[in-house]
């Protein structure tokens, strides 16, 4: 069951969001690797500063693929990995399932908060919701799970 009168506050949002960094590190890594081992033993280029088109390809390649971790999990779910360990789910203002322009929407404009010096998490603590940039922006709400439903 999903607590509607409760929100979390910023420092479960934090917590959250470095666990899944962790697991998106993770990944990327993974994912780097089997683009670029490929290339490398397969067609001898192993450094990509010597050859802008693959490294922006694979730097495109590493930013789907994180964001792709969100963006999956956000709309099929509303929890990513972070959040279920610490009892966070993203929902629709209106309670539904999260759809993948609000999870767009929350991923670019949590991105320019992170650039804004962390400004737009901190919203937290002004937003009488316990909103953050992202949350407003996407028309989303992260709200806390019940211990007995996880």
């Known amino acids: 069951m999903v607590s509607a009168t409760r929100s979390p506050g910023l420092l479960r949002r934090l917590a959250a969001l470095v666990y899944d960094t962790m697991l ?3 990944l990327v890594v993974t994912a780097f690797a089997l683009v670029y081992l490929p ?14 088109v693959y490294r922006h390809l694979m730097t495109l390649w590493m930013l789907t693929v994180a964001a792709g971790f969100h963006l999956w999990f956000w709309t099929h779910g509303g929890q990513t990995l972070g959040m279920r360990a610490w009892r966070l789910k993203l929902v629709s203002e209106n309670g539904d399932t999260v759809t993948f ?3 767009l929407v929350r991923y670019l404009v949590a991105a ?3 650039l804004a010096l962390g400004l737009g998490f901190f919203w937290v603590w ?10 407003i922006a996407s028309h989303t709400r992260l709200v806390l799970v019940d211990r007995r439903d996880l």
């Open 24 to 26: 998106v590190l993770a």
């Open 39 to 52: 290339l490398a033993l397969g067609f001898g280029l192993r450094d990509l500063q010597a050859h802008p």
């Open 101 to 103: 322009r609000q999870a």
């Open 112 to 114: 320019l908060s992170w």
């Open 126 to 135: 002004i937003d009488p919701q316990k909103r953050a940039w992202h949350d």
